[in-house]
Structures are given as structure tokens and as C-alpha cells.
């Protein structure tokens, strides 16, 4: 019997040394789960990417665009237990594999959304606290994702003091452009860094609201490591010299 051939942009699963992960081509690793701990981070740019709570440590709502295996989605859900959490996704079929993933059933704190993102977030202005980007398809950061349009109305978005988290896993022209037009669409500029191991870069942003100094954020640091299964003074580490030069507002967070 013939095997069907896949489609480009169709996900799938591989289960292989007690790990799950979900691809779009056998090149395009979106998410990886360890079976035994279904809510640990593997994937280096999904820690950094948690840095937020240095900035936002107790977010009221936290929205994400582009679910994949639901890393973060799980994350917050058990570390985060003050906060909703809202995955928007447009993709049916990667919904589906939510099971495979561990990812928790809907309730009143945690919502799995099909739904065109970049729609999503003109449709839901001051929403969120926290807004976290990491959708991609087949040929990676689509563009109604990182247009100057999106980003204006992630900015939108957010309620004051709120802040976004971009995965930029794109080429150099790709992410420095997508950089450029959330500085146009933030007052606050960006603050971007390199996840552990370097290959993708976690852009962050504020509406209506000023960056910590290095020494609040180190205390911030010390003040969420038991409740965060983190190296949160790493992270602490790479904000800081990301934002070095960067305004300071003494009264933030």
C-alpha cells in the first residue's frame, strides 16, 4: 500500500526517546514534549520567553498566538494559577493534537481558540497583559503576523504596562524588519535577546509603561525562583543587557 504524501504545510507528530514532537517538515521542529514532564520548558526559546514575568510577574490574562504543542500554554497554566491563559490558533488540525501534548481542557481560566490570529487581535483591544507570539507555518513567520498593521494592533491589545513577547525565528532581513516595525508601534522601544543556544531571537515591548532597572530586575529574579521552574537570574542577565541604555522608570513593576 502506497504511504500518502504530506502536505507542506501539514503537522505531524514524532514520538521517539520518551519525547513528542511536532513538525511542519521534517526541518520546521515547532515544539518538542518530554513524556514523563509534560510541563517542563525543553525548547531553549521558550524559557526566555518566560523572562515576561521579570516584567509582568502576576498578568491578569495572557493570550498567545499559535498554540503549536502548547509549551507555554501548559507552563502558565500550572505556574501561573492567578492568571487566564487564552491560546488563539488557527489551525485546526494542529488543535487536534492538543491530546498528544498533555494540553489541558478548556475552563474558566484556560481557552484553546481556533481563529486567524492577526484578526484575533484587531477584534480584542486592551485584552491582555501579556501577549505572546509564536505563530509560524510551513514557510516559517508569515507576514500577516509581523506586518506594521499586526503589531500596531498588538499594541492595541495590551492594557497599559502590558507586554509582548515575540519568538523571531526568521532570517537576519526578516527579524531585524519585524524589529523595526514593533519599535514603531511601541513607545516603550524593544528589548531583544538571543535565547540559550542563540538560533532564535525573543523580542519584548511594553504599552504605556517603562523598563526596570537591572538591580529591580535581579530582585524580581529572587522573588519568583520558587514559584518558577526557571533560571530566572540568567534571564535576568540577558534582559538587563538587552535593555542596557534603554530608559528607566523607577516606578515600574
Known sequence: MMRRRRRPDEPFLCQERGEVSLHFGMSALQSRMRSAEPNRLVLDYTRAMMAFVLLQPQPEHVVMIGLGGGSLAKYCH???????????????????????????????????????????????EQSCDVLLLDGFDSAGLPESLSSQAFYDACARALRPGGVLVSNLWAPEFRRDEAIRRMRAAFDSGVAAMSAEQGENTIAFARRAAGWPSRERLFQRARELEEQHALDLQAAARRLAMALAGAPVDTDSC
Open 78 to 124: 500550572a505556574h501561573l494559577p492567578g492568571s487566564r491563559f487564552t491560546a488563539v490558533e488557527i489551525n485546526p488540525e494542529v488543535i487536534a493534537m492538543r491530546g498528544a501534548f498533555a494540553v489541558p481542557p478548556d475552563d474558566q481560566r484556560f481557552a484553546v481558540v481556533q481563529a486567524d490570529g492577526a484578526l484575533w487581535i484587531r477584534e480584542h
